[in-house]
């Protein structure tokens, strides 16, 4: 499915505003609009790992679920959950987490980007560009390493590890858990990463500072020294890199109860929700139901108007006009121009 079509909406540009969708007739409050299914690809936090259903989402209020995987590090509310999960990753995919785990399991809980992230500039295009390369440069050592069927050289080793030690010192647990998501749903869906992910709109400065950038790539590393053989042609760095510039623009968090829940477990990419745009004052409610997120007229919408839901969550809606402003711009990269801020905006 490409960007998502139906008898009460359509996806247009909108001027200043990319995409966004319109409603095609006059649409009741309360009727639902959309159900997205479940993301694409997506993360649960590693501080949330041992609360969180890996396959349902499902959180009892911090307590530790019932059903244990030791081997891959997941949990699950139920037995049901974990064979639907189990089914869904596939031989494959289960290896890979497993491999993901063995890595992980010795550095302990490891670092996360955002708690390492710092002040510093944000890096522009052209350096991302350039630490992308020389990380390129490293991966075709590692695949080579790893791929060869003769003897390595006693360089070739020593250059091997080289870049082990130094993509050592900063693990991401979350980024390269979702990186092997983002991998895995490539591998088993190829047409719909084609139709539905690689249509999204992409942010091509993703990074705050140069430490959230060298985390990335010192993820992409890892995982191609340790992923299942049969799934590096499947991983490279554009991949990554897609993974990285989609999120910022089409995530949506992952949280214990409502939208506005202060328990932010993670958050995953659902192509067929990224088509609404911001608005303060949203016609529409958004609600995740375990996997999928729901989407219903919170009002009567008018043929031709645009259907916006709020990208602010719980006090944040509240904010003044220039603390709105600020937010969304600091967080999404745009000034917004809705009626509400229209009409609160200063003369």
């Known amino acids: 499915m490409s960007p998502p079509d139906s008898d009460l909406f359509e996806v247009r540009e909108i001027p200043n505003a990319g995409r966004g969708v319109v409603a095609r007739c006059d649409i009741p409050a309360g009727t639902v609009m959309l159900e997205s299914g479940p993301p694409a690809f997506h993360v649960i936090f590693k501080i949330y790992g041992k609360e ?31 064979e639907s999960w189990i089914q869904e990753q596939g031989k494959v995919g289960v290896n890979a987490w497993l491999s993901l785990q063995d890595f992980l399991r010795p550095r302990g809980r490891g670092t996360n980007a955002d708690e390492e992230m710092g002040d510093g500039l944000k890096p522009q295009p052209v350096e991302i560009e350039r630490v992308w390369q020389e990380t390129e440069r490293q991966a075709k050592l590692l695949r080579v390493y790893r791929q060869s069927k003769t003897p390595q050289t006693k360089a070739d080793r020593k250059a091997v590890q080289a870049i082990m030690r130094k993509t050592g010192e900063a693990i991401d647990a979350d980024i390269l858990s ?5 991998t ?32 990335s790539c010192n993820s992409y590393l890892h995982l191609v020294s340790i992923l299942p053989l049969e799934l590096l042609p499947h991983f490279t760095s554009e991949l990554c890199r897609t993974l ?12 214990s109860g409502g939208e506005d829940s202060e328990e932010y477990m ?79 905006r200063p003369d």
């Open 184 to 215: 895995l749903f490539r591998y088993k869906e190829p047409t719909r990463w084609n139709d539905e992910v690689s249509i999204l709109a992409m942010d091509d400065q993703p990074y705050k500072t140069q430490k959230d950038l060298e985390s």
């Open 244 to 255: 990285v510039r989609a999120d910022n623009h089409n995530a949506f968090g992952i949280r």
């Open 52 to 82: 969180t259903c890996g396959y349902c989402f499902y959180w009892d209020r911090g307590r530790t679920l019932p059903v244990r995987d030791h081997t891959t590090a997941k949990v699950f509310c139920s037995e049901e959950c974990r």
């Open 266 to 344: 993670g958050y995953g990419v659902y192509p067929s929700a990224s088509y609404f745009n911001h608005s303060c004052s949203p016609n529409l409610r958004k609600q995740r139901i375990g996997r999928q997120w729901q989407f219903t007229a919170g009002q009567d919408i008018s043929l031709g108007d645009q259907c916006c839901i709020s990208y602010l969550g719980g006090d944040e809606r509240d904010l003044s006009f220039s603390d709105r402003q600020r937010r969304l711009k600091d967080t999404w990269g745009f000034d917004c121009s809705c009626e509400r801020c229209a009409n609160e």
């Open 178 to 182: 979702y990186f092997l998501c983002g």
